[in-house]
């Protein structure tokens, strides 16, 4: 029994005082299948006297029916607690357990080792200070070992104890030991650990778990509990920017306007002058309102209520920092991201990203490398599997306030939700933006073209095809939306085909009628524009004032005339449908060039030359012309 | 030049900062060793003394304004579940309390209170009686969610009232599936509640050990314990379909002690069954049941003794055990509790059968 618990039975409220002023520390306790994490932890509890009769009596019942230690009673099995972790012996799933020391109070995350489960380890791990990874001194440090520290760092884990356990089964041989460290800390000193201390272990029979081991004599460094109870996490440096990501507003009446969150870092008073961003509109703190009275100023953790001094318009979503170091707003980033489902990931797929405080559609555009988690090589790859690891290029329907992962753990991170199942399917951490979005005062976020558009990473444009019949507008047309497809794009393409058997079945090819045809065709293209769309249309079109018309519906710069110039003889001598034939045995009428006139665009804005040119070919030099011109990236 | 005096000073630092004096040697002397070779007697030059003097000095000053900051670990649980209803309110189209009437339901109301002050909390509260629970308690929760302004929902499974469904007829096993699991599921299909609040915390049995703070749930209320969401930071996926839904425990993380403390300091208004009092008890199995009503059939030559007996948790009073204790003031409830060897739900007859029981009826829609 610890000195403090003497307190209980002599001075409860003196000891009730001595717990609420114990430090706090959250760590996990992470590394290969089978290397003892579970065991471990059984153990801390039970050495720190944290069980209670009946919960041991039934732990000793189950370790009869379950455990994996003969007659022992099976430590794993306190914090094993489903079913099926029981069954297979193994861990599924985090548990989260709670013990205290006469110095701090920790919460522990048990977390699987089975690579099947990663995601569960790093739910663990994402609000942990410190990692305890442990490895079986029989297998040395193994490819899951690796998997774990690397999303350890990644996660921001900046403590790690490297236990050496089961030094039991090779009777605590310090070769064993010393050859395991340095394999270890050869790995990981790129990782970014401030500090690693390796701890030769026993979690079974708790050598160096809770107290020296007289075993490993030859270990002088700490034991377990005591580097716990030591390891300096300054997890709260106050000093940090502030942040406050606005998570509900708090209108209870009309003379009240608050904004309410946790504060993510640093510290606020009253008076300081703050900025909203993405709006970048400015104001004064007035109060900070608490349930348990006003305050002068609130820090890092504290869940609060500010109202400022000005009516400005600010949302969920919404950061408000100070003036003198606001955060950062973009709608392209670069990320890492760890995938979590066996569906894959896919550049272009459109999935929602959710931030602290904020839910937004996104896509990765594109897929850098994929980190190989044996030697951290990279690789280029198409997707990402189940618990693969990726640097990613993503860009989000509306701009989102940011810090870069490495400065803030809270600001910087995000999950993947699939829109389908509502999945999350992946969480990713801001390394940087790519390009800061432009418009800092963009408040109106009302679903508008643009934003469709920037959702997109695209411009909207119609890209309007002319021509004889037999030019090769459809087949060059089909090629261009092939490969906009393909860099991941948003496109749709008109074509006689689409239209003329439904929305214009009812015209013919009367004059009147082409006119009536060409201008629903600039109607319904111009929806598919303002919906973000690269819209395509391929008809004959053989009169300029039509042309003209379709051209003049859209917004500047959103209709490019591609004149696909094939000349009369070329195309009729090609007639890949035999209608110059029967046009000219008089079986149709009304045929463009034969009797009814094809007039030439003037100024088109692309002239294909079918002659002297392939389609494919065509079909670059229209990409390369999108290319050019902008249209391929995102609008802000 | 008193560089016994700068170690003491630097020792005193690292006590109230809770910085190591590594830490604290690093950032006044640029070396982690430098103040433990100054106390074995090591020297410095006259420069290096002032320099690390000069900042002792503000981080002396520093640490006074931080430990004006601090946090303890109580105000950190309570900013965390802040956090967890503020989140649910912002998401979620039409999430409920579920008000249990214990004390982890006292803390949970008391957090609201202060997550959306100065508004109400923006969802009602909602409890499932069973017609079984002790007496106090109907009351209690009338007055509390008067005083709180927050409406109540009181639902009460109709078929197992007029079938008049009870733990002495029908056995503890089914008075609960019926009583309390299915109507629950009543009651939040009935409202197309999409996101139930509970107090349930992850120290109270091994399987809570393992489940989410947003606890995704099916249609038909099912918890998948091998298919959990990850759940990273406190970022919560509160997105579900047309009938699915989330329970979200925002105390998932405080501990029995916690709930006590802070009851305690807080000053939470808690059913009187807490603390010991005379009560007239019969003695069966080895538990003492309150002789809550005249509901409860005395077996032959059975007659209620009149002991000091408190509840370390509240349900139906005829399974619910109460302890013996001379503890009527909180702070004595707390001591007894602490040197107590047995774990709080050893006195609910429910969960003491089988291992996976919880785990089994969370997988059929029991909290
Ligand atoms: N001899 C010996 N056996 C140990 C020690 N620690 C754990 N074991 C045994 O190793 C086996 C696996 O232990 P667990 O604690 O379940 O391992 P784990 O790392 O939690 O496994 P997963 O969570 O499934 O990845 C059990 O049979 C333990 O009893 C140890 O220090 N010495
Ligand atoms: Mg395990």
Redesign the interface.
């Known amino acids: 029994m610890s000195h403090l618990d003497s307190l209980?039975?002599e001075d409860?409220?003196a000891?009730?005082d001595a717990?609420?002023?114990?430090?706090?520390l959250r760590f996990i306790t992470c590394g290969s299948v089978d290397d003892g994490k579970s065991t471990l932890i059984g153990r801390l509890l039970y050495d720190s006297k944290l069980i209670?009769?009946?919960?041991l009596a039934?732990i000793e019942?189950?370790s009869k029916k379950s455990g994996t230690q003969g007659d022992k009673v099976d430590l794993a099995l306190?914090?094993d607690?489903?079913?099926?972790e029981?069954e297979q012996g193994i861990t599924?799933?985090?548990?989260?357990?709670?013990f205290s020391t006469d110095k701090r109070?920790f919460?522990v995350a048990d977390t699987p080792g089975h690579e099947q489960y990663t995601?569960?380890m790093?739910?663990g791990a994402?609000?942990a200070d410190a990692a305890i990874l442990l490895i079986d001194c029989r297998h040395g440090v193994q490819v899951q070992t690796r998997r774990h520290a690397f999303i350890a760092s990644l996660?921001g884990i900046k403590h790690v104890v490297c236990a050496i356990n089961k030094m039991d089964l090779v009777d605590f041989d310090q070769k064993v030991f010393n050859d395991i460290e340095y394999d270890f800390r050869d790995f990981a000193k790129d990782l970014g650990f401030n500090d690693i201390t390796c701890i030769p272990m026993s979690a079974l029979d708790g050598d160096n778990v809770t107290r020296a081991s007289e075993r490993a004599n030859w270990y002088r460094g700490p034991h377990l509990l005591k580097y716990l109870e030591?390891v300096?996490v300054?997890s709260?440096d106050?000093e940090r920017p502030f942040r406050l990501p606005v998570?509900?507003v708090?209108?209870?009446n009309l003379d009240?306007r608050?904004f309410?969150?946790?504060i993510a870092s640093g510290?606020i008073n009253v008076g300081d002058e703050v900025m909203v961003v993405p709006s970048g509109k400015r104001s004064k703190v007035k109060s900070i309102?608490?349930?348990?009275g006003e305050l002068d100023?609130a820090?890092e953790?504290?869940?609060i209520?500010l109202t400022l001094k000005d009516e400005i318009d600010i949302s969920?979503g919404d950061i408000i920092c100070r003036t003198d170091s606001p955060c950062e707003q973009a709608d392209q980033f670069q990320a890492h991201i760890l995938w979590?489902t066996e569906k894959e990931l896919f550049p272009g797929r459109q999935y929602?990203i959710?931030?602290?405080n904020k839910t937004v559609p996104a896509s990765i555009t594109n897929i850098k490398y994929r980190v190989d988690v044996n030697d951290l090589s990279e690789t280029a790859v198409k997707t990402l599997g189940l618990n693969e690891i990726g640097v990613c290029t993503i860009n989000t329907g509306a701009p989102i306030a940011f810090d870069p992962y490495q400065d803030n753990?809270?600001t910087g991170?995000?999950?993947i939700?699939d829109r389908a199942s509502?999945?999350?399917v992946g969480?990713g951490m801001l390394d940087f933006a790519l390009r800061r979005a432009k418009n800092v005062h963009w408040q109106d976020l009302d679903v508008s073209k643009q934003i469709r558009a920037a959702q997109k990473n695209q411009k909207p444009v119609m890209l309007w095809f002319t021509g004889l019949s037999g030019s090769g507008k459809s087949t060059i047309a089909n090629l261009v939306e092939k490969r906009l497809l393909d860099l991941g794009r948003h496109t749709y393409t008109l074509d006689g085909d689409n239209v003329r058997h439904g929305l214009n079945n009812d015209l013919g090819f009367t004059k009147a009628d082409r006119i009536e045809n060409i201008r629903r065709i600039a109607e319904v293209g111009k929806l598919m524009v303002d919906a973000g769309l690269i819209t395509l249309t391929s008809f004959i079109s053989p009169y300029s004032a039509e042309r003209l018309m379709a051209r003049e519906l859209q917004d500047d710069g959103e209709f490019i005339e591609i004149y696909v110039n094939t000349p009369l003889e070329v195309a009729e001598q090609r007639d890949v449908k035999g209608l110059y034939a029967k046009a000219r045995a008089g079986l149709i009428k009304n045929f463009t060039g034969i009797d009814s006139e094809y007039q030439e665009p003037e100024n088109p804005e692309i002239t294909i030359n079918t002659v002297h040119m392939s389609a494919d070919e065509a079909a670059e030099q229209i990409v390369a012309y999108l290319t050019e011109n902008g249209y391929l990236e995102g609008t802000s | 030049m008193d560089i016994k005096d700068l170690v003491t000073r630097a020792e005193q630092l690292a006590e109230t900062s809770g910085q190591s004096l590594s830490t604290i040697s690093r950032k006044i002397l640029n070396d982690g060793k430098g103040l433990t070779r100054l106390k074995d007697g090591g020297q410095v030059t006259l420069k290096t003394y002032e320099n690390a003097m000069g900042a002792l000095k503000k981080l002396e000053a520093e640490a006074d304004v931080n430990a004006s900051l601090n946090l303890t670990h109580l105000q950190r649980l309570e900013a965390e579940a802040i956090h967890i209803m503020r989140e649910v309110a912002a998401e979620c189209e039409n999430p409920v309390m579920l008000y249990s009437v214990g004390k982890d339901s006292s803390v949970m109301l008391h957090l609201a209170e202060k997550a959306f002050y100065p508004s109400r909390p923006p969802f009602p509260l909602m409890h499932v009686d069973t017609m079984w629970k002790f007496s106090e308690m109907i009351t209690f929760r009338n007055r509390r969610a008067k005083e709180v302004g927050m409406d109540l929902i009181v639902h009460i499974n109709p078929e197992g009232k007029a079938d008049n469904v009870g733990p002495f007829s029908h056995g503890s096993a089914v008075h609960t599936d019926i009583m309390k699991t299915q109507g629950l599921k009543q009651a939040l299909d009935k409202h197309r509640f999409d996101a139930a609040f509970g107090g349930a915390r992850r120290d109270e049995e091994k399987s809570r050990a393992k489940e989410r703070i947003f606890s995704f749930r099916n249609e038909n209320h099912r918890w998948d314990a091998k298919n959990q969401r990850p759940e990273l930071w406190n970022i919560y996926n509160t997105r579900v379909q047309k009938g699915q839904s989330m329970r979200v425990f925002p105390l998932s993380n405080w501990t029995e002690l916690d709930i006590w403390q802070y009851i305690y300091k807080e000053k939470i208004q808690i059913p009187s069954l807490y603390l010991s009092k005379k009560r007239p008890v019969v003695e069966r199995d080895g538990v003492l049941i309150l002789v809550d009503d005249d509901r409860l059939p005395l077996n032959p030559g059975e007659t209620p003794m009149e002991k000091m007996v408190r509840f370390r948790t509240l349900g139906c009073y005829p399974l619910t055990g109460a302890v013996e204790s001379e503890a009527t003031t909180l702070p004595e409830v707390i001591q007894e509790m602490l040197l107590t060897t047995t774990s709080e739900r050893q006195g609910r007859v429910i969960d003491s059968d089988a291992g996976a029981s919880m785990e089994q009826k969370k997988a059929e829609g029991y909290f």
């Open positions: 209980i039975a409860i409220i000891y009730l717990q609420e002023n114990k430090s706090f209670y009769e009946d919960q039934a019942k189950d306190l914090v607690g489903l079913a099926a029981r599924i799933d985090v548990a989260y357990r709670f109070k919460i995601r569960n790093a739910t994402s609000t996660l030591d300096d300054d709260a106050l998570q509900w708090n209108r209870p009240f608050g309410s969150g946790t510290i309102v608490t349930y348990d100023r820090r953790d504290m869940a209520t969920r979590m929602l959710k931030t602290a753990r809270k991170n995000f999950i939700i509502n999945e999350t969480v």
